[in-house]
T-cell receptor
Framework: GAVVSQHPSRVICKSGTSVKIECRSL??????MFWYRQFPKQSLMLMAT?????????EQGVEKDKFLINHASLTLSTLTVTSAHPEDSSFYIC???????????FGNGTRLTVT | SQQGEEDPQALSIQEGENATMNCSYK?????LQWYRQNSGRGLVHLIL???NEREKHSGRLRVTLDTSKKSSSLLITASRAADTASYFC???????????WGLGTSLAVNP
């Protein structure tokens, strides 16, 4: 079945540095990918929709310059957290939709800790 | 964005018992989906029910949808310890594939 690979699974970085998270669709093409953020014991919060070959669509309240999204190919989307702060520490998850009404396929998430 | 509400927020049962989780939503939908999330992992799709369907089964899972009440339920029968996870409902209202997520139910199945 469709698989989405997300890397890294865990990352610890220092305040002020940038971190890149990759999301790959392994056996299908994804023109759209979704990036979520999840706080402990809470639901998913959609951050942005990544569109292959064009600019990402950000949700209200999400800083575009802080969370840079690039979707340069049909199988890869990246989220870069720039100038990370401790409050950016969270669980980030990507997903890609299948065809038509088929469900989303999720990566295993990235646990980001900013010290 | 989130508009779904799920209850209960947390559920603890014994192995072998049935677990029922409910989800309510606010707008018209094309379909409603249930996902499972193990702690610290991504989500796994369980079942999708379309707006013109009322009930769907998949193994030990049974999902119902009542569009007049804008609600859905997920029943897990004969639960196992391995069913321990968080369960989320999500509604698909249009063509942009942007799902609206419920707050989730944390299920603990005790051996």
């Amino acid at each position: 079945g469709a698989v989405v690979s997300q890397h890294p699974s865990r990352v610890i970085c220092k305040s002020g540095t940038s971190v890149k998270i990759e999301c790959r669709s392994l056996d299908f093409q994804a023109t759209t990918m979704f990036w979520y953020r999840q706080f402990p014991k809470q639901s998913l919060m959609l951050m942005a929709t990544s569109n292959e070959g064009s600019k990402a669509t950000y949700e209200q309240g999400v800083e575009k310059d802080k969370f840079l999204i690039n979707h340069a190919s049909l199988t890869l989307s990246t989220l870069t957290v720039t100038s990370a702060h401790p409050e950016d520490s969270s669980f980030y998850i990507c997903s890609a939709p299948g065809r038509d009404n088929s469900p989303l396929h999720f990566g295993n998430g990235t646990r980001l800790t900013v010290t | 964005s989130q508009q779904g509400e799920e209850d209960p927020q947390a559920l603890s049962i014994q192995e072998g018992e049935n677990a029922t989780m409910n989800c309510s939503y606010k707008t018209s939908i094309n379909n409603l989906q249930w996902y499972r999330q193990n702690s610290g992992r991504g989500l796994v799709h369980l079942i999708l029910i379309r707006s013109n369907e009322r009930e769907k089964h998949s193994g030990r899972l049974r999902v119902t949808l009542d569009t007049s009440k804008k609600s859905s339920s997920l029943l897990i029968t004969a639960s196992r310890a391995a069913d321990t996870a968080s369960y989320f409902c999500a509604t698909d209202a249009g063509n942009n594939r942007k799902l609206i997520w419920g707050l989730g139910t944390s299920l603990a199945v005790n051996p």
